[in-house]
């Protein structure tokens, strides 16, 4: 038997000793908050902010958002939340209570009133764009423009 073939199996053996041991390490239990965490879970709505501001500017921020914060961020910026969507359901949609996983995103650049559709409210031009977006059907919850970021949010 010549030295390639005995070092084969070797190499097939270590090589498996090595996948498993980093798999047992991926798919392990986890300790502590991800660091990635907040920006992973938005991921889906990424595409979505950027074409919103036009692939224009800087992204700075991105994190979950709970309904009162969102609310809360809109109020500080002088714009009043939307009131909640009550009706009746459809019968391809129908009415879920609460507030779906959602997004701020939040992008630092030059937008002139007018230039990213459906901000609130429309005619102000500002730095920033923050963006709420719904994570499991990527849409648009709200657009706020400014040129002030309120307290909580960075940039």
């Given at each position: ?110 937008y002139p009133a007018g230039t990213i559709a459906g901000a609130s409210p429309p005619a102000v031009a500002g730095r920033y764009a ?26």
């Open positions: 038997m010549t030295a390639s073939r005995r070092w084969r199996p070797a190499a097939v053996v270590a090589g498996l000793v090595i996948a498993c041991s980093l798999t047992a390490a991926c798919s392990g239990p986890r300790s502590g908050a991800s660091a990635t965490g907040e920006v992973s879970g938005c991921a889906a709505v990424l595409p979505l902010a950027r074409s919103i501001v036009h692939d224009e500017g800087t992204l700075t921020e991105v994190r979950r958002i709970s309904r009162s914060d969102a609310d809360a961020l809109s109020r500080e910026l002088g714009v009043a939340p939307p009131r909640s969507r009550t009706g009746l359901p459809s019968p391809h949609r129908p009415v879920r209570p609460g507030w779906p996983h959602a997004c701020l995103v939040v992008y630092r650049g030059n923050l963006i709420v977006l719904r994570v499991r059907h990527p849409s648009v919850e709200r657009i706020l423009v400014t040129d002030h970021l309120p307290p909580g949010v960075h940039s």
